[in-house]
Structure formats: structure tokens, C-alpha cells
T-cell receptor, first 113, second 114 residues
């Protein structure tokens, strides 16, 4: 596979559940990102990893917990979410942190019930 | 406060005509700008970019114009095609910045009618 792959594509979870989103990139990129896209809002940066090290946490609540075991994989662990956390969660990767553009995955559509 | 603004949530254009999507920004430190295109159920895909040292960049039917004094950029699509119907996101960054994160606008939904 090439590009950035996200699984699952759709997820419905209760507020007491624990689930994880997975992102994998086969582009040899060194930086990976989690973005949240809510209705009628800009894409919101959540976390940035560079060479497996977290370089930014954009004031994200602790019920979202990222994990980056290597430069190719990124996870977002979810627990005790709220209905307002329902959104499209997008993973992206880039060669470095120069901000010259990302490759996005197709996203995970999360619904919290 | 939004640093990148796309004030038109939607735009409808006839096939063959020009589509003009607008974007404004507030942070004068931004020096690299990108446009992404997003179809439903897919992630955004890179379309075209421009550095602040230029005022125009062209790639086929797509041209991006940058007006630094007005902190404004626009994407022109000509001629517009039905396959261009998508949501277009404007993004900005500080090139070479330590974080590398892009700041996105809310997007403009373009509908090109046959």
C-alpha cells in the first residue's frame, strides 16, 4: 500500500468505551499529525510527532491520547469521549516540519453516542 | 481567533466558467500558502501552493494569486469542470518553522454545474 492509511473508516462508540484509531504511512515521512474536522469548523491540529517524538499538543483534552511507536505508525487512543467529540479525525504525514504540505489519510468518521 | 479565513462557505459556478475561491489571513508571519481539495469520504489532497516571494503560481487550470499587502490569496480554476466540485481548503504556514503545522480555513464548497 502507498500513501496514508487510516483505520477504521467509521467508528461508533459509547461514552464509556475505549477505542483506538490507527494511521500508517508508507511514504518515508518523518512527521505525522492528527487533525480533527468538525462540522463548519476549520481543520484543527491536535498532535504533531517528528521522528516519533511529540512536538506539539494543541491543548487537547486528556481523553485523547496519542501514541507514535515509529515514524510510520500513529495511534489515537480514545476513552470516555463526549458526544461533541464526534467528528472526522484525519491523520497526515510530511517529510519534515517545514510546513510545505502534507499527505492526508481518508479519515475516521467517529460518532460518540 | 481564526488566522486563516474563508468567508464564503459555498460557491456555485457553471461548467466552463471561472471559479474564484478566496482566502484571507491575519498572521503576517505566514510565508507559505497551500490549497487542498477534499471530496466526500476522502482526506484532503494537495492542489497547489505559493511562497510569499511570488505573487502568482500556475499549474494547468489552477492559478493561485497572493496579495501580501492585503493578506489575501485566491484560487482561480478555469475552465471549471464538474469534477472540480469539492470542498477547497486554504492553508498557511511559516515555512521552515519549528512546528511545521498548517493552519487551515473552514473551507469553501464548490459546485460546478454542467
Amino acid at each position: 500500500e502507498t500513501g496514508v492509511t487510516q483505520t477504521p473508516r467509521h467508528l461508533v462508540m459509547g461514552m464509556t468505551n475505549k477505542k483506538s484509531l490507527k494511521c500508517e504511512q508508507h511514504l518515508g515521512h518523518n512527521a505525522m499529525y492528527w487533525y480533527k474536522q468538525s462540522a463548519k469548523k476549520p481543520l484543527e491540529l491536535m498532535f504533531v510527532y517528528n521522528f516519533k517524538e511529540q512536538t506539539e499538543n494543541n491543548s487537547v483534552p486528556s481523553r485523547f491520547s496519542p501514541e507514535c511507536p515509529n515514524s510510520s505508525h500513529l495511534f489515537l487512543h480514545l476513552h470516555t469521549l463526549q458526544p461533541e467529540d464526534s467528528a472526522l479525525y484525519l491523520c497526515a504525514s510530511s517529510q519534515d516540519l517545514t510546513g510545505t504540505g502534507y499527505t492526508f489519510g481518508s479519515g475516521t468518521r467517529l460518532t460518540v453516542v | 481567533d481564526q488566522q486563516v479565513k474563508q468567508n464564503s462557505p459555498s460557491l456555485s459556478v457553471q461548467e466552463g466558467r471561472i471559479s474564484i475561491l478566496n482566502c484571507d489571513y491575519t498572521n503576517s508571519m505566514f510565508d507559505y500558502f497551500l490549497w487542498y481539495k477534499k471530496y466526500p469520504a476522502e482526506g484532503p489532497t494537495f492542489l497547489i501552493s505559493i511562497s510569499s516571494i511570488k505573487d502568482k503560481n500556475e499549474d494547468g487550470r489552477f492559478t493561485v494569486f497572493l496579495n501580501k499587502s492585503a493578506k489575501h490569496l485566491s484560487l482561480h480554476i478555469v475552465p471549471s469542470q464538474p469534477g472540480d466540485s469539492a470542498v477547497y481548503f486554504c492553508a498557511a504556514s511559516i515555512y521552515g518553522g519549528s512546528q511545521g503545522n498548517l493552519i487551515f480555513g473552514k473551507g469553501t464548497k464548490l459546485s460546478v454545474k454542467p
